[in-house]
């Protein structure tokens, strides 16, 4: 096992074991704290996919993230007035069902935005991206039937087949599990095909063309995975506020999922987690004491940037090396 | 005579008023090792850049064993079998020389959209291009990072990634530049052997190693051929020797 493989499992092990301290401490405040975690942590290994792998810097990935927890919302809204969807379709307050709703609706608009916005690279797709969140956004704002800009309530925490979520640990314990996923997920394309041909043309995107793969449609896939976990996150993140509002959709939102990731490591399998855990940390240390604790993380960053390129993960498990 | 692989008709190219490429027409045939030489400016790059398809020509033709390619990009020129290597290095920086080896095996197994399968422990990848290293000498040097191989070994690690993709003809952009003397007569015996594989359109400042190897030279001035021949007859081509070559050469 590689080193950066130990610190994963030892960082992902550790944010378990916080949780169950915490249970047996009856302190569910703190299990909050590590679901928030877990689910930042998910949202931001899905943009790592992109970001990480294919230097694709998307600061639109709030969309995804939005999408996937007004997924939620509105398919929670409609079952628990009964009113159907559309088609007569209805709503649904089980989980399952509205993670692929909110995975395959966000993997969709990726497609579109990943056709227009993938021709271009730089600071152009870097605008491209945000210029296709901030659209969203604000229709978001302005579409009243979704409580437009006061945003909508999930009344009841959604449903999982045999647990009960509305328990702190239980519902972290969900979290818990997909964020795992995902980061095997993250771990399996990193080491693959797709993944060589995905992380060979973030380095050299000529060469990648030189050996005849097109850098285009491997990175529209990785795009449109990204979104997905993305999504996921958000509806994990709908369900743990029971709230969602347009916020999701925001810049801020984009941006601060980059922050986790350089916070904890560009690329590395658990440094978008470990981002989340600092930035998480901070927000609850800093947060009570100086609404202006961003300030202060702003001081991190730029220490990180200046000094420690690999964020958390390449302090602990120094440089990456690609086999 | 046999159907040349490649066959360029009255290319042209401009940057703003300068011709990169004139008019050139030029052919690659089955076994040949084709020599492109000229002076500094003279076009060589570009036109391996716009056979490539990493530029595009105003006008004129490229046909990649009789078919015209123009409308394809690098990408799809290289599955064709256009095996290219750079006069910088293009590679990627990161992977080790065995990786970059390896893309060029997948790309040729037509896999990329592979996603569970580890690469590291795949056979089919790894013993491809484990081959194609040593036949370039670079077998003790496959877990380096490119990014720290010396000049020569990353024009070695072009050579062998093109191998790897089981090229129709080389598109050789000064392979010999930074090799030294020792490493250029090595490549120079490859190159020779190499031949039967494929043919060679050999861009090359390296004179002996031009005029060991070359079944043909065409001469490139100011983005135009000035004379195509044998090695005997190039040498003594009045014009050549004028434009390029000089007194004594
Ligand atoms: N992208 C470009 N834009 C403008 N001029 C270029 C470009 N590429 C090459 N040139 C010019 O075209 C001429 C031929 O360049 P090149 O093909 O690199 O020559 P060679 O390889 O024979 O030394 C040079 O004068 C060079 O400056
Ligand atoms: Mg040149």
Redesign the pocket.
Known sequence: MTRETTISIVIVAGLLAAAFIAQAMGETFYITLATRMAILGLAATGLNIALGLGGLVSFGHAAFFGIGGYAAGILATHAFNSEPLLLGLPGTNQMIVIWIAGAIAAGLVAVLIGLISLRTSGVYFIMITLAFAQMIYYFAISWPAYGGEDGLSIYVRNAFPGANTLAPMSFFLICFGLLALGLVLFALIRASRFGAALQAGRQNETRLAAVGIAPFRVRLTAFVISAMMTALAGALFADLNRFVSPSMFSWHMSGELIVLIILGGVGRLAGPLAGAIVYVLFEFALGGITEHWQFFLGLILLAVVLFARGGVMGLLAGRARHG | MAEPILDIRDLKKS??A?K??DGVSLDLRPGEIHALI????????????QIAGS?KPDSGEIRFEGRDVKPLDMAARARLGMGRTF?VSSLAPEFSALRNVMLAVQARQGSSFRFFKPVMHDRGLTEPAHEALARVGLSDRADVPAAELSHGERRQLEIAIALALGAKAFLL??PMAGMGPEGSQALTRFLDRLRGEAPILL?EHDMDAVFALADRISV?VY?RIIATGSVDEIRNHPAVREAYLGDGA
């Open positions: 940057f703003g300068l990169a490429t000229g002076p500094n400016g003279a076009g060589k790059s570009t036109l391996i850049h530029l006069q952009d000064e861009i490139l983005g």
